[in-house]
């Protein structure tokens, strides 16, 4: 979403009561009532889709490869494995499934573990990116569930603790335990004939004897919800050189996501590829531990955005900000550890380079319906109305082709909970998950296919970019308005009436995030201290 001229919230309204009207006069008809319906994540964003589902009067069934619900807010000391360097679109290849039976029966096999399996097992369920020291960046009354409030006296920055507890209540409270099948991966999921959505699932249990048990079966749904996140595959940009620096000292070169401890790198000296939240928080637990740490930008320091501006100011002062990284070797185009910058300078003795450059996304389990954005080269107009059945045009983020990021246009049986275009915090992903479950017991309406594409193609909210609490509350209203006016025209009285941020929670915002400077900088005083505290007393 990209906006030439900020609307009002009113004019925002109005266009998004237009659009709820063309769904209602020319409705997507769907090939067979949706009754039985598979989730894909047991995280923030599955929890909420399956709940609201649920109510509706569908059949749930939710797969979290985990042992257990809170997805990106699970710990383990253990860092998930390194990443490709850079980063390859090319999903890993599951194994044949022709064996996997067909008729819903499942099929064991017992393995001795070898370090292959147990490496294969680890890459299909890897550690969450959450390090041990993580607190949120945005206020615990903001993370909330509308309806399900942290308990009372919450700090205002939790700790990824009291978030897991909190997604953990949340699931026990709303009885979601039981939908879940947990340590469960989908390794495919493909339309078949009878426009049914088949899975293609696999469980392995470690026993203490050293073997393990393999269990791989299929199942069909009527309809797919990929709740999965965006914080799953590390994205590493292609930078000159990085290649052959990576297969020279593999264990200097690392994504963010594999960050855990600030004490592992004493003494060190760390170049952070990226000046954003994660790089930033990074660099403010390193000072102190770290010999030298250097970080290299992007652009231009201050940016438009106010957010962002508050974030980069708490960076240190010891650390040394550089510009963007021109390749991983000397100026002459030797690979011999060194760091060329874009203006000229070089950064010798590097003991960590560690990308803070964000996530991307395979979608790896819908490997088959998959068009990278590259590679969808059409002037069909209105944009991917010519895109085949079921397929996705996935760029590096977010899937393009989902109406409002949440159906997917060339098959609405597939939606996505929690893959949005730009930042947004829980209340809005458990709003798309309320407009999945309205629209697919049959209580709200998506206009039809060739609809869906012309609206999505010429929808400006006209959101005020710079402003980030205003565009995040322009944002939900898309969806409050939408579900609150169709259940007006459609006469149903007995759903409730979806509330959407007050006004004040701009103004709100904004002063949280100017606060939000002194109160991480109390945790981060308190997790330092902590951690030398304990190194101490290790040498006593």
């Known amino acids: 979403m990209t906006s030439e001229r900020v609307v009002s919230f009113q004019e925002l309204v109005d266009l998004i009561h237009n659009d709820a009207q063309v769904a209602l006069d020319h409705p997507f008809i769907f090939k067979k009532p949706i009754k039985n319906v598979a989730v894909i994540g047991a995280g923030p964003y599955g929890l909420c889709s399956a709940r609201h589902l649920r109510d509706a009067g569908l059949n749930v069934k939710v797969f979290e490869r985990n042992s257990s619900v809170g997805g990106i807010w699970k710990y383990s000391d253990t860092a998930p494995p390194k990443p490709k360097m850079p980063t390859s679109r090319i999903s890993l290849d599951d194994g044949n499934t022709d064996d996997v039976p067909k008729d819903g029966t499942k099929r064991t096999r017992m393995y001795e573990i070898t370090p292959e399996l147990r490496q294969r097992i680890f890459r299909k369920c890897p550690p969450s990116g959450c390090y041990r020291d993580l607190f949120t960046n945005i206020p615990s009354q903001h993370l909330a569930y509308p309806d399900f409030a942290f308990p009372e006296g919450t700090s205002g920055l939790v700790t990824h603790q009291e978030m897991l507890a909190y997604f953990e209540r949340y699931a026990t409270t709303f009885n979601l335990m039981k939908l879940i099948d947990f340590g469960t991966s989908v390794d495919i999921a493909a339309k078949t004939t009878d426009d049914e959505w088949e899975l293609v699932l696999s469980k392995y249990d470690v026993y203490p004897s050293g073997f393990v048990k393999e269990t791989k079966w299929r199942e069909k749904f009527d309809a797919v919800v990929a709740a999965s996140g965006v914080h799953q595959e590390p994205y590493v940009p292609d930078i000159k050189n990085l290649t052959a620096f990576n297969k020279m000292w593999p264990v200097k070169v690392a994504h963010s996501k594999q960050f855990r401890r600030p004490e592992d790198f004493k003494d060190k000296n760390v170049l952070l590829i990226g000046v954003r939240v994660s790089g930033v928080d990074i660099a403010r637990s390193l000072e102190g531990f770290a010999k030298s740490i250097t970080m290299a930008l992007k652009g231009n320091f201050t940016t438009p955005f106010p957010v962002e501006n508050i974030i980069r100011a708490k960076i240190p002062k010891c650390v040394d900000v550089k510009c963007e990284v021109a390749s991983f070797s000397n100026p002459e185009g030797e690979v011999d550890g060194s760091i060329t910058f874009q203006d000229g300078t070089v950064l010798k003795d590097v003991d960590q380079v560690i990308f803070c450059t964000g996530y991307t996304h395979s979608l790896s389990y819908l490997d088959g319906l998959i068009i990278r954005e590259e590679e969808y080269q059409s002037s069909a107009k209105p944009k991917f109305i010519d895109v085949p059945p079921s397929h996705i045009v996935l760029g590096r983020k977010y899937p393009l082709n989902a109406y409002h990021e949440v159906f997917l246009m060339s ?41 869906m594409c012309q609206l999505a193609d010429s929808f400006n909210p006209g959101l005020p970019l710079d402003d980030l609490y205003a565009c995040d509350r322009r944002r939900r209203e898309i969806y409050v308005g939408w579900l609150n006016y169709q259940a007006e025209k459609l006469g149903k009285t007995d759903l409730p009436k979806i509330k959407n941020f007050e006004e004040s929670y701009e103004e709100e915002g904004a002063q949280l995030a100017n606060a939000w400077g002194d109160l991480s900088e109390a945790n981060f005083q308190n997790a330092k201290q902590r951690v030398l505290n304990e190194l101490e007393g290790m040498l006593i």
Not at 422 to 431: A, E, L, Q, V
Request: charged share 10%; with cysteine; hydrophobic share 45%.
């Open 411 to 451: 098959d609405p049986t597939l939606c996505f909970v929690g893959m949005p275009r730009m930042f947004s915090i829980t209340p809005y992903f458990d709003t798309q998950a309320q407009v999945v479950a309205r629209v697919w017991s049959g209580n709200a309406c998506i206009p039809t296919a060739e609809l």
